[in-house]
């Protein structure tokens, strides 16, 4: 009788439990979660939830502010950020922690000028599901730097190329910088930077390069900061093939100069060499310039008269090649009779004999002809100091433990 009141009484509490859930359930049936609430608690509101910095609506964000998506409680489900720079949309990659509590990019630097958009959801503490979407802009600097590359991107080049970015603006972080730059070679061969002053950073390998090489030049300029506020503005690959090989030498003392392709000679020419009053520099320089016809004026490059005019100004002169910032050029000469293998008159320059006008058939012309950017033309026997490194692709010159010195990199 007694384990028959016992069970009685323990299947009344048993129904007295479930009537008392079921109607707590009843309350949380309907349209509203006025009911669950009353269990679980009011939901947090989706700010609270799942917490964002910067914060939503954020203006001028620093780049070294840290982008993050986290949540106090529960679990993060999924994190989507976008990156709107430059009237373009691009993913932002990132990656949720193991605690699923935090979501963090892959590359903690935000980008400058830019407006990132976040979307993420979230299961709360009580595993209800919430999402948020938040926005905020970085800061917009009033001062940019950009570099100007040699060679052009797709072009075809001589095997004595050196990879040159003139900065338009001083670099300070010249180690910040010069990471930002990386010049890669199929063949691979050691590439290495060299800073000449603080606005120029030339590449080069130890020897020339090889016929065929493909060379890529990857700037990632932006958002480097060079010096206090002033930040880089370039991302961009570019690329150039090196071509056959062919490398001159002048011998202003016997007044020729020989052509050799791939390690033959094609021919060897005679020249004309800079007089004894106006020298041409030794060394090796590299072709930077093609023009089939420039003006030329002493006065550019310090040849003046009394009353100030440049000593010589001749409006057309035919198949110029550049070797040198300083303006020494590789260029036909019509103009002077009798002097080419014979005789150096010239006002620094290498003169090759041609005509008014130009033609291929000239000595010249052929010459011209069959130049590339970034062939080398070297120069012996004159009496002159060697080229400086810088002054034009002239570093060559530079031995190439030298040359190594001169990153910032340490």
């Given at each position: 009788m007694m384990h028959a009141q016992t069970r009685a009484a323990r299947a009344g509490a048993a129904l007295a439990a479930v009537l008392t859930w079921a109607g707590l359930l009843a309350g949380a049936a309907g349209c509203t979660s006025h009911g669950v609430d009353k269990v679980l608690g009011k939901p947090r509101s989706p700010e609270t939830t799942i917490r964002v910095s910067p914060d939503d609506g954020s203006k001028a964000v620093r780049p070294e502010e840290s982008l993050r998506v986290r949540v106090p409680a529960g679990r993060l489900e999924s994190v989507k950020v976008v990156r709107s720079q430059d009237a373009q949309d691009f993913p932002v990659p990132g990656r949720i922690a193991e605690d699923g509590m935090t979501w963090r990019p892959d590359d903690p630097k935000l980008a400058l000028a830019a407006k990132y958009s976040v979307d993420a959801v979230a299961l709360d503490g009580h595993?209800?599901?919430?999402?948020?979407?938040?926005?905020?802009?970085?800061?917009?600097?009033?001062?940019?730097?950009?570099g100007y590359v040699m060679p052009e991107n797709r072009s075809t080049v001589g095997t004595g190329m050196i990879v040159s970015l003139d900065f338009n603006r001083v670099i300070e972080n010249r180690a910040a910088v010069e990471r930002a730059v990386r010049v890669t070679s199929v063949p691979e061969v050691e590439i290495a930077p060299h800073w000449f002053g603080d606005k120029r950073l030339d590449f080069r390998p130890e020897e020339y390069w090889k016929p065929g090489t493909e060379v890529t030049v990857a700037l990632r300029l932006r958002d480097v900061e060079a010096a206090p506020g002033v930040y880089g503005l370039q991302y961009k690959t570019f690329s150039f093939t090196v071509?056959?090989?062919?490398?001159?030498?002048?011998?202003?003392?016997?007044?020729?100069?020989?052509?050799?392709?791939?390690?033959?000679?094609?021919?060897?020419?005679?020249?004309?060499?800079?007089?004894?009053?106006?020298?041409?520099?030794?060394?090796?320089?590299?072709?930077?310039?093609?023009?089939?016809?420039?003006?030329?004026?002493?006065?550019?490059?310090?040849?003046?008269?009394?009353?100030?005019?440049?000593?010589?100004?001749?409006?057309?002169?035919?198949?110029?090649?550049?070797?040198?910032?300083?303006?020494?050029?590789?260029?036909?000469?019509?103009?002077?009779?009798?002097?080419?293998?014979?005789?150096?008159?010239s006002h620094g320059c290498v003169g090759l004999r041609d005509v008014k006008g130009g033609s291929s058939a000239t000595p010249a012309g052929w010459f011209f002809d069959r130049s590339l950017i970034g062939d080398v033309v070297e120069v012996v026997n004159s009496n002159d100091k060697k080229v400086a490194p810088d002054n034009g692709l002239g570093g060559w010159n530079m031995g190439w433990k030298a040359w190594k010195a001169g990153s910032a990199v340490k």
């Open positions: 595993g209800r599901r919430v999402a948020r979407h938040a926005t905020f802009t970085t800061f917009v600097p009033d001062e940019r730097f950009i071509g056959r090989s062919q490398v001159s030498l002048v011998d202003a003392a016997a007044h020729t100069m020989e052509v050799r392709r791939d390690g033959e000679v094609l021919s060897t020419v005679p020249i004309t060499a800079g007089a004894p009053k106006s020298t041409t520099y030794n060394g090796k320089m590299v072709i930077t310039e093609m023009l089939e016809v420039t003006r030329m004026n002493g006065a550019t490059v310090g040849f003046t008269d009394a009353d100030g005019k440049g000593e010589y100004d001749i409006p057309d002169v035919p198949h110029a090649l550049r070797l040198t910032t300083s303006g020494t050029f590789l260029h036909g000469n019509y103009w002077a009779q009798g002097v080419f293998g014979t005789a150096n008159v």
